[in-house]
């Protein structure tokens, strides 16, 4: 049976979001007018909207922990991008064709969007040619038009062979770091870093608990510190992985030059994407919970989609160092009870003097407010590869029961239910776009990435996307100060008090 993560895929009407009609906010489908979409049909239980939730700096924390049921609230919407599905399908070495059940189809691409710096090329074709595929799609003139590919072999093998693995971030971290590029061009592979003696088998059906980690970009310097998400689903037939739900947060306030939404979207869309799929951009590492039953997965991924019902409202804004794709995630474990270690801030002693000096020396005060909120943020909610790094640790911590606190209802729940942790590597798929790497995780790495004189950074800039007022929920108040907000009040007051000291000096 085709699924949306956790859910049957007959609970949803597939349509465009500009005709979509149903459970889903008109905010929502705002943003997805022009694209395909699957929306929860009636009498489907759906994540609620809480107006009188006030904006506050954890404002997804306020979202998440909202009553649960028990019963899992499905997302307002799934993201597919496109109606049709082929699988099973072979691509001709040129990727002229693709031949499904026998019948040969011409195949064409979706146009490349004009931001988009790579394409498919005949290293993808390679990659693609000899094993089987799913695409997604539409049918026209007789061709199918392939919008996403998918490599049907990376999938979950029923004995994945054994890592050890100490339950220590910085473990994680070398993990990731252990092949050149970051793995970009190394085999897709699984690897069991625990399982409980005695766990059932086979795995197929069992739901999974999952985080994505997404690499550093080879040619583009704003990409360095990765992406993050969270994930959930249901392991499939031969250990398919295409029809996960990914959790990816991103802004809705720019016009991705790749063309990303934010959204709950299939595993093989997030990755698979010609134009927006993390794949074709970076290689990329998850580390799954296999869990006996589901309902952790079904509390993290209702909490989730009440979430995004606050943020298509716009209740709070995308913001790269407060609530950014590892924020608004770990922020939303951390609310629900899972005490995902804090790493802390990377250095107010260098964030205090910076803000001034960066201000002056690049001559933007928004610039000098940014890098002091990057300094002053706790790193496992700031960088995706810190949040990756104790989120896979607390996994094995919590799997041996030694977790080095009281444990919450809900990691007691987990604990019980974990019966394997895996960790999967899923290559960058081969194109025009150069390798990518794994992601840093903190300001000094970043540095030593990008080119020291800025005229040499690798930047695309996007145009804004203004939200409607008419769809601005007018019971929304006005978003918190960022802590650059307060610094730089302080910072104006003592010099305010400092130059009149010096005139009363002057004056005595």
Not at 26 to 48: K, N, S, T
Not at 84 to 107: F, Y
Not at 412 to 422: F, K, N, P, S, T
């Amino acid at each position: 049976m085709e699924r949306f993560g956790l859910f049957p895929a007959q609970d949803f009407r597939i349509s465009t979001g500009g005709a979509a009609e149903g459970t889903a906010a008109a905010q929502a489908l705002w943003y997805f007018r022009d694209e395909i979409v699957a929306i929860p049909g009636p009498g489907v239980p759906v994540a609620g909207y809480a107006p009188e939730l006030p904006v506050v700096e954890d404002v997804t924390a306020w979202a998440a922990c909202m009553p649960f049921a028990g019963a899992p609230d499905y997302p307002p919407l799934v993201w597919l991008g496109a109606p049709a599905v082929l699988r099973d399908a072979a691509l001709a070495d040129d990727a002229s064709t693709v031949t499904v059940a026998g019948h040969v189809l011409p195949l064409r691409l979706v146009p490349r969007l004009p931001l988009n710096k790579s394409w498919f090329d005949a290293s993808s074709a390679a990659f693609f040619c000899g094993r089987p595929a799913k695409l997604r799609g539409f049918h026209e003139q007789g061709a199918f038009v392939a919008r996403t590919l998918w490599p049907q072999d990376f999938r979950i093998p029923e004995a994945p062979g054994p890592l050890s693995l100490a339950a220590e971030p910085a473990a994680v971290r070398a993990w990731v770091r252990a092949l050149p590029r970051g793995g970009a061009d190394a085999p897709f592979s699984v690897a069991s870093a625990w399982r409980r003696p005695g766990a059932a088998q086979p795995l197929a059906g069992r739901p999974v608990l999952a985080a994505i980690l997404n690499g550093a970009q080879g040619d583009d310097d704003e990409s360095h510190g990765g992406h993050f998400a969270l994930v959930t689903g249901r392991i499939g037939a031969q250990g398919a992985i295409d029809d996960w739900l990914v959790n990816n947060f991103y802004t809705l306030d720019a016009e991705s030059e790749k063309g990303i939404l934010a959204a709950p979207v299939p595993l093989d869309n997030y990755l698979g994407d010609l134009n927006a799929g993390q794949a074709w951009y970076r290689p990329s590492v998850m580390v799954v919970a296999v869990l006996r039953e589901e309902r952790v997965a079904d509390r993290v991924q209702s909490a989730l989609g009440r979430v995004y019902n606050q943020f298509y409202r716009h209740r709070f804004a995308y913001q790269h160092a407060r609530a950014n794709c590892a924020g608004i995630s770990i922020t939303t474990l951390r609310s629900l009870g899972w005490q995902v270690p804090e790493r802390g801030p990377e250095s107010w002693a260098k964030a205090i003097p910076a803000l001034p000096l960066v201000t002056l020396k690049e001559g933007s005060l928004k610039r000098g407010k940014a890098v002091f909120d990057y300094l002053t943020e706790d790193r496992t909610r700031l960088y995706p590869a810190a949040a990756f790094e104790e989120v896979a640790a607390d996994l094995l911590r919590l799997a041996a029961g030694r977790v080095g606190h009281d444990p919450s209802s809900l990691e007691q729940v987990l604990a019980g239910d974990i019966d394997e942790i895996l960790l999967v590597r899923l290559p960058q798929f081969p194109s025009s776009r150069a390798w990518g790497d794994w992601p840093v995780d903190s300001s000094s790495e970043y540095r030593g990435r990008v080119p020291r004189d800025p005229a040499e950074h690798q930047i695309i800039p996007v145009a804004p996307r203004p939200f409607p007022p008419a769809l601005r929920d007018p019971r929304t108040p006005r978003e918190p100060l960022l802590r650059s907000d307060v610094a730089v009040i302080v910072w104006a007051v003592g010099l305010l008090l400092l130059l009149l000291f010096l005139l009363r000096r002057l004056w005595a």
